[in-house]
């Protein structure tokens, strides 16, 4: 016997065998699951809807659901109905050949700790949408436009008042490009250079592939300045003879985690005054600091040869698409005429919307909070790590979402593959290593910002059950 039956509105054709009702139920069931073509979290419809579908006696289908629900493919609360369990197939431990093991198959991962994302589940909702209420409320009508390529002069005057408080940034709103994110600022900064004829890029020993990527990709050379125990060697730009700019992430250096000492800082401005170059500052996660004093922006030593980027991909989340340059004022109109070339101007409501979430103070008040939320967390990771691995150090924690988990030598592969086993997403220093860079110690880079408070537990034991 063959049946299909729909419910809900939603097509879901589920073909039951000749093995009766009950059976053939659950079979279809089970095969739907397995296949994806129910997925996790789907609602099912109630027993009394299906039942009268497939013209059978409510008592079948409910037996059928309260069985799927014992064996773990289904799930059923009070309130919320009959659904797709999360974990519907039981997990199998790996086959034992002799060798070392392989990764579980390729999927999402249980747990997150992959570094650059924040905590999604604390995004501030509700002050969120009072804060768009009121800049649409008040928005003129030619908000709504094309509008100025640099973005709305809202945002750009609200940004010039924050950034001089909070990160010592020397700015005007005239010298502020709002972008979507840092990603795309880098780009219209790469198209700036290679039209002004630069050769290479300086970038640090480590850091993201996809920035080098994009540097790249526009026939820019980066090659990477080296890197010892007090951070990246500045002081070594003037051995550099074809750079003309260098990409630093120098309150928080990207993945190591120091910030980049006074001398150095002090280096790279100097290089930049003597030879004419341009220093991109990629101040990531500036506001989020625990054991020291604020460290302040390069760009307040000379905003003459700096170009400042930043983003609120870290403090809210990267899905607004809203970040920020200030700029030099001898590069205004070149990376605004590059930037109206490519895609003229980013969201205005959105930008409407971050101005008065700054100018009301509920930016602050969120950071704030953030910072204890995550302070709290590297507290947890230290103290779980030092009990349980007391041969692992923990290091680069003074500021930011990430950790970095100093392994024994020669163990950071196993360590990974073991802690994708654990059903964890993480990664090594070495995936974030300069291809010209020699491969050093061993390290985890352990971005404690991005579960939500509810996952955080489980995911800190997951670690903790991988580490050596």
């Not at 990527?213 to 125990?229: Q, S």
């Not at 291809?435 to 903790?464: F, H, K, M, N, R």
């Amino acid at each position: 016997m063959a049946n299909d039956w729909s419910t809900f509105g939603a097509d879901l054709h589920l073909e039951l065998s000749g093995r009766g009702l009950r059976s053939g139920l659950m079979d279809a069931l089970r095969e739907a699951v397995r296949s994806g073509r129910l997925e996790a979290g789907v609602r099912l419809p109630s027993s009394r809807s299906l039942a009268a579908d497939l013209g059978v006696a409510r008592n079948t289908v409910a037996d059928a659901y309260a069985e799927l629900v014992a064996e773990g493919w289904l799930t059923a609360r009070q309130g919320s109905g009959t659904r797709v369990a999360r974990r519907a197939a039981p997990r199998r431990p790996p086959a034992r050949t002799g060798g070392a093991p392989s990764p579980s198959p390729a999927g999402k991962p249980t747990y997150n700790l992959r570094p650059g994302t924040p905590d999604l589940s604390s995004f501030p909702r509700a002050d969120w949408l009072k804060a768009s209420r009121k800049a649409l409320m008040a928005a003129p009508d030619e908000a709504f436009g094309y509008g100025d390529p640099r973005g709305r002069i809202e945002l750009r005057t609200v940004l010039a008042e924050y950034l001089a408080r909070a990160r010592g940034v020397h700015a005007r709103p005239e010298r502020i490009v709002v972008c979507s994110g840092f990603v795309h600022g880098l780009m219209l900064m790469a198209h700036v250079l290679k039209a002004r004829r630069v050769r290479e890029v300086a970038v640090e020993s480590y850091g993201l592939d996809a920035h080098w990527e994009i540097l790249a990709r526009v026939g820019l050379r980066t090659p990477a300045l080296p890197f010892d125990a007090r951070g990246t060697r500045a002081e070594e730009l003037g051995e550099m003879g074809g750079v003309g700019a260098v990409l630093l992430t120098p309150a928080h250096q990207f993945p190591m985690g120091g910030a980049l000492q006074p001398d150095r800082r002090a280096a790279a401005v100097d290089w930049a005054r003597a030879s004419g170059g341009v220093i991109l500052e990629d101040d990531y996660d500036g506001e989020f600091r625990y054991d020291r004093q604020p460290v302040g922006a390069l760009q307040g030593l000379d905003p003459d040869r700096v170009v400042y980027l930043g983003t609120a991909s870290k403090s809210l989340a990267p899905g607004l698409r809203l970040a920020w340059m200030v700029l030099p004022e001898h590069l205004v109109g070149e990376v605004t005429e590059a930037k109206g070339a490519v895609d003229w101007v980013s969201s205005a409501t959105d930008q409407l919307t971050f101005a008065e979430f700054l100018a009301s103070g509920a930016y602050d008040r969120h950071v704030r909070a953030m910072r204890l939320r995550y302070r709290r967390r590297r507290d947890q990771l230290v103290a779980a790590v030092g009990a349980r691995s007391p041969g692992t150090r923990v290091s680069g924690i003074a500021a930011g979402l990430h950790a970095v988990l100093e392994l024994p030598p020669g163990t950071e592969s196993a360590v990974t593959r073991a802690a994708a086993f654990q059903g964890l997403a993480l990664q090594g220093i070495d995936r974030f290593r300069h291809p010209s860079t020699a491969a050093a110690s061993d390290a985890l880079i352990v971005g404690y910002g991005t579960p939500s408070d509810s996952s955080w537990p489980t995911t800190l034991e997951a670690l903790c059950r991988a580490l050596p």
